[in-house]
Nanobody, 118 residues
């Protein structure tokens, strides 16, 4: 079994920063892609940032230059550093991990609320 736990959301004023974490534990041979998604009320879930096992990153245009994704393979954790936050960044943020435990499966975190006040 694999467990995925997110942390780090909260309420912040515009221009502020938050750091999200997503840690996986259990029977894990390897974690391949690690992504962050977000879903705002009334909108579809969208990809915010992703990082491959080799460290290659990609970002949505709306967060480029403000958000940074990173990973620590030793502790099976992915981070999302969010700077210069805007009210439009308000959403529930989810991590998405492709985990190889003998077979590869996709795991979602439970979601963490990020609210940016103007």
């Amino acid at each position: 079994q694999v467990q995925v736990l997110e942390s780090g959301g909260g309420l912040v004023q515009a221009g502020g920063s938050l750091r999200l974490s997503c840690a996986a534990s259990g029977r894990i041979f390897r974690i391949n892609a690690m992504d962050w998604y977000r879903q705002a009320p009334g909108k579809q879930r969208e990809l915010v940032a992703g990082i491959t096992s080799g460290g290659t990153t990609n970002y949505a245009d709306s967060v480029k230059g403000r958000f940074t994704i990173s990973r620590d393979n030793a502790i099976n954790t992915v981070y999302l550093q969010m700077n210069s936050l805007k009210p439009e960044d308000t959403a529930v943020y989810y991590c998405n991990l492709v985990i190889d435990s003998g077979n590869s499966y996709i795991y979602w975190g439970q979601g963490t609320q990020v609210t940016v006040s103007s």
